[in-house]
């Protein structure tokens, strides 16, 4: 089960996962604790209706939009956390060397590693997580004897930062343990139980939380909630150089793991797609398929890459769109799980977990700009990936 769990945080500690985090215990201080049992919460309540069980029509279309949705979304917030790998490089450890090349250095890694056998696939995945949490641990305990922010006898943690702590931190957080069950749907055999998500949604809190509440106490909210890379900040508070040298580490492995989840998940159905068919032009070999079917978010990102999208505004706007039609869909998904349980309270549960994930996918909308523009083309896209799929399905289906 711990394996399981661990397997699962693996998109859950991007680098994006330390920003959100990091401003965001910046911008609600104490409202922070309540942010994330919100959150931790919700996924809970959602969980039973995470894997579709139903094979009618319409559990098929509701998991081809869910694909669609989180192909959109997932191949901007990897061009955002690749982005943001190769500038942690650059800054920390050669400054010289171009920030995009290691971008794309990554991107190789994970394309190979995507390759291999899903056997060794866990083992590099398992290695490079608790790599993380390890870090994650160093420079959590070490900030005990670190000192406090200047001109003041305690952190200013019941001073919030922003005018209204709670709303402000959670529009920035609402997104932070998206995308916990990528990894397990990704294989055909998903044999991660319930508890396992469980395990993994209190691992990855826990781990982000020590080391936000480890920068908060060493660097205040003020800093932490301007900064774009407050992890960073709070690291080198900790252990100075040192701390930078470690949490740069972090931030690499962070992306590299997080998208061989990305292309684990993402490269899933495509393979499941051309091994029901007989196509001519796809090859025969199980290598063959898999280069097919990995090169093509592979060579997405690595466009979007190309003309710029790592931090622009517009990709900010892509991914929130994206992230609350994510919110969207685990609501959907739970609703139509209500019927089959005879509980009172699992229903409740269930409906209050739909009622959250409306209120995250509003709250996810409020901080980019253009946030609309985003909602509609990863609708747009999610709709034509749903009738792709069922014109394939009608013409290449006996």
């Given at each position: 089960m711990l394996s399981s769990a661990l397997l699962a945080i693996g998109f859950l500690l991007s680098p994006r996962a330390f920003m959100i985090s990091?401003?965001?215990?910046?911008?609600?201080?104490?409202?922070?604790?309540?942010?994330?049992?919100?959150?931790?919460?919700?996924?809970?309540?959602?969980?039973?209706?995470?894997?579709?069980?139903?094979?009618?029509?319409?559990?098929?279309?509701?998991?081809?939009?869910?694909?669609?949705?989180?192909?959109?979304?997932l191949v901007f917030f990897s061009c955002s956390i690749l982005g943001i790998a190769g500038y942690a490089f650059n800054e920390v450890f050669l400054y010289w060397f171009p920030n995009f090349l290691f971008s794309f250095i990554i991107v190789a890694c994970s394309f190979f590693t995507s390759l291999l056998s899903l056997k060794n696939i866990k083992r590099i995945q398992l290695t490079v997580v608790t790599a993380i949490l390890l870090g994650i641990t160093t420079l959590s305990i070490a900030s005990l004897w670190a000192p406090s922010p200047k001109n003041a006898a305690l952190p200013d943690f019941f001073l919030p930062y922003g005018t209204a702590p709670f709303s402000d931190g959670l529009f920035l957080m609402a997104p932070l343990l998206v995308g916990y069950e990528l990894f397990a749907t990704s294989s055909a055999k998903n044999k991660t139980s319930t508890k396992s998500y469980v395990l993994a949604l209190g691992i990855a809190v826990f781990f982000l939380s020590i080391f936000a509440y480890?920068?908060?106490?060493?660097?205040?909210?003020?800093?932490?909630?301007?900064?774009?890379?407050?992890?960073?900040?709070?690291?080198?508070?900790?252990?100075?150089?040192?701390?930078?040298?470690?949490?740069?580490?972090?931030?690499?492995?962070?992306?590299?793991?997080?998208f061989n989840t990305t292309l684990q998940f993402l490269k899933s159905p495509l393979i499941t797609f051309m091994n029901s068919h007989s196509l001519t032009l796809i090859p025969n070999s199980e290598?063959?398929?898999?280069?097919?079917?990995?090169?093509?978010?592979?060579?997405?990102?690595?466009?979007?890459?190309?003309?710029?999208?790592?931090?622009?505004?517009?990709?900010?706007?892509?991914?929130?769109?994206?992230?609350?039609?994510?919110?969207?869909?685990?609501?959907?998904?739970?609703?139509?799980?209500?019927?089959?349980?005879?509980?009172?309270?699992?229903?409740?549960?269930?409906?209050?977990?739909?009622?959250?994930?409306?209120?995250?996918?509003?709250?996810?909308?409020?901080?980019?700009?253009?946030?609309?523009?985003?909602?509609?083309?990863?609708?747009f896209v999610s709709i034509i990936i749903v009738l792709l799929s069922i014109i394939l399905r009608r013409r290449l289906l006996p």
């Open positions: 990091g401003s965001g215990i910046g911008l609600a201080a104490n409202w922070y604790i309540a942010i994330v049992a919100l959150l931790f919460i919700t996924h809970l309540a959602t969980l039973p209706a995470i894997k579709l069980s139903d094979k009618s029509s319409n559990a098929g279309l509701l998991e081809s939009f869910g694909y669609g949705l989180r192909f959109f979304t480890a920068a908060l106490c060493v660097s205040g909210t003020e800093k932490l909630a301007d900064s774009t890379v407050p992890y960073m900040i709070g690291a080198r508070k900790i252990l100075g150089q040192t701390g930078r040298y470690i949490m740069g580490g972090i931030i690499i492995l962070g992306s590299y793991v997080a290598l063959g398929r898999q280069v097919i079917a990995t090169a093509i978010p592979v060579l997405t990102v690595s466009v979007l890459l190309l003309q710029g999208y790592a931090g622009e505004p517009i990709t900010e706007s892509y991914i929130a769109g994206g992230f609350a039609l994510w919110f969207i869909y685990y609501g959907v998904n739970t609703a139509s799980a209500i019927n089959h349980t005879g509980s009172f309270y699992i229903n409740m549960l269930k409906t209050s977990g739909i009622v959250s994930c409306l209120y995250l996918a509003y709250a996810t909308l409020q901080l980019p700009e253009h946030p609309f523009k985003g909602l509609f083309i990863a609708a």
